[in-house]
């Protein structure tokens, strides 16, 4: 069965930037509508990123509109999130998703396969 895991958290000054790769083993990821999605202390999941299939649709969460960009890696076994400029309000544990269900899509019930996340801190 295919996993999923990510990499590439870590502690940034405000700022700075990340960028956080979501790895398959035992299958591609070119089969699955890929997305982000981030959990702050004390709050529900919020939708980050996502990505079709085919790699030609994208959507993005408000908050991070117009500073994160999703991407599909050119190996068909890794998703990436570029996050620059990077903000306190970003601190979160992301996680990665795929779904084989849909085109693409934003919701977190949709998606039936889920990586353990990986911490972001932003803070000086």
């Known amino acids: 069965q295919v996993q999923f895991e990510e990499s590439g958290g870590g502690l940034v000054e405000p700022g700075g930037s990340l960028r956080l790769s979501c790895s398959a083993s035992?299958?591609?990821?070119?089969?699955?509508?890929m997305g982000w999605f981030r959990q702050a202390p004390g709050k529900g999941p919020e939708f980050v990123a996502a990505i079709s299939t085919s790699g030609e649709s994208t959507y993005y969460g408000d908050p991070v509109k117009g500073r994160f960009t999703i991407s599909r890696g050119d190996a068909k076994t890794t998703v990436h999130l570029q996050m620059p400029n990077l903000k306190p309000d970003d601190t979160a544990v992301y996680y990665c998703?795929?779904?084989?269900?849909?085109?693409?899509?934003?919701?977190?019930?949709?998606?039936?396969?889920w990586g353990q996340g990986t911490q972001v801190t932003v803070s000086s």
């Open positions: 998703a795929a779904t084989d269900g849909y085109f693409i899509t934003t919701l977190a019930n949709d998606y039936n396969y």
């Open positions: 035992g299958g591609t990821t070119d089969r699955f509508a």
